[in-house]
């Protein structure tokens, strides 16, 4: 059997990275064959991002009878309250010990969702491995999120030596931890006390020193700070442009801010960039939220204000 879905083409020798950044993201469509397309391979996604096209697929054999489910370390999430699917998915690997269907939307200030356990150990809790780094996470208790994985990536091998960085709505740290090592300092910031609790727990887990965990309102940062900074994180897509002005008040002229947000068409947020002080834009497709909306990250270099 065939299907048409979205893929994304690489060349064949970016195959094997290519493959292991979508199934660290739980981004893999698994139950579809890799295509050989000329030079290139086409890996099959669960969903619309940037640089993907539709192709039409194979099924995996075996694998084309599990219902639809997203990887979080050792937890499925399902798309439908499937109980005897749950059961299937579970069996089917391994590294399995928990089968979720979210009860609720991404909702709230904390940005969290509500779960019911199908299947497997009654847990929201679990262990995300992402490039050499260890996340423990709890689903129902701070916001996590492996699909910003090629980000976190991107933006570390921008980082020069000994930056000061601020994440202004840090979670439980994967984008704290990840830019660490190659940073002074990274103080990472969020409103939610699980989220904080479960950043502290990630940094020991990865013998993390140079993270300052803070818990805080972003829009209070620049009253409790005393520095400036080279790079600034902002993931809280939902709130627009609200925050941005709290950023440019916390950036050195010359220093970058990288803006994830919602957009429902290119450059909505040029004009207030601008505005703000912000002297160089490139903005760039992450993902695809909804039908007419994506995300977007907008990498802007401050001027002086
Ligand atoms: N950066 C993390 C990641 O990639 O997994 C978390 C991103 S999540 C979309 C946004 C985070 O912002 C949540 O953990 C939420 O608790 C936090 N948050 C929401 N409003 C905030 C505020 N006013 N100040 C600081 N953090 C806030």
């Known amino acids: 059997m065939t299907v048409e879905q979205w893929g994304v ?9 290519t493959r292991q950044a979508l199934i660290g993201e ?25 640089g993907a096209g539709r192709f039409v697929f194979e099924e995996q054999p075996g694998r084309a009878d599990l219902p639809r489910h997203e990887l979080v370390g050792g937890i499925a999430i399902l798309q439908e309250n499937d109980p005897e699917g749950a059961t299937r998915i579970l069996a089917s690997r ?37 490039h050499g780094h260890r996340f423990a996470v709890d689903l129902a208790g701070a916001y996590f999120s492996a699909r910003l994985s090629t980000e976190r990536q991107r933006i570390t091998a921008k980082i020069k ?10 979670g439980v740290g994967p984008f704290a931890i990840t830019l660490a090592p190659k940073s002074a300092l990274v103080v990472a910031a969020d409103l939610n ?31 409790i700070l005393p520095w400036t900074f080279d790079r600034i994180i ?8 609200e925050f941005l002005p709290a950023a440019f008040r916390l950036i050195r002229p010359g220093g970058t801010i990288h803006f994830y947000a919602l957009v429902s068409k290119e450059g909505e947020h040029l004009g207030r960039i601008s505005e703000l002080g912000g002297i160089e834009v490139t903005e760039r497709v992450v993902r695809s939220y909804s039908a007419g909306q994506w995300h977007a990250v907008y990498d802007i270099v401050a001027g002086r204000t």
């Open 9 to 17: 083409r690489v060349p064949v020798r970016r195959g094997e990275e």
């Open 26 to 50: 739980g981004a893999l469509d698994c139950t579809l064959k890799v295509l050989r397309d000329g030079t290139a391979l086409v890996f099959p996604v669960l969903e619309e991002r940037g």
């Open 161 to 170: 030596k000994d930056e000061l960085v601020l994440d202004m709505f840090a």
């Open 94 to 130: 391994p590294s399995l010990h928990t089968v979720l269907f979210p009860t609720s939307e991404v909702a709230g200030k904390y940005r969290t969702r509500t779960y019911a356990v199908l299947a497997g150990t009654d847990t929201t809790r679990t262990e995300v491995l992402e």
């Open 193 to 223: 006390p699980r989220a904080v609790i479960l950043l502290i727990e990630n940094m020991k887990k990865n013998r993390v020193v140079n993270v300052l965990p803070l818990l805080a309102d972003a829009r209070r940062l620049n009253a």
């Open 234 to 241: 902002m993931n809280l897509p939902l709130a627009g442009t």
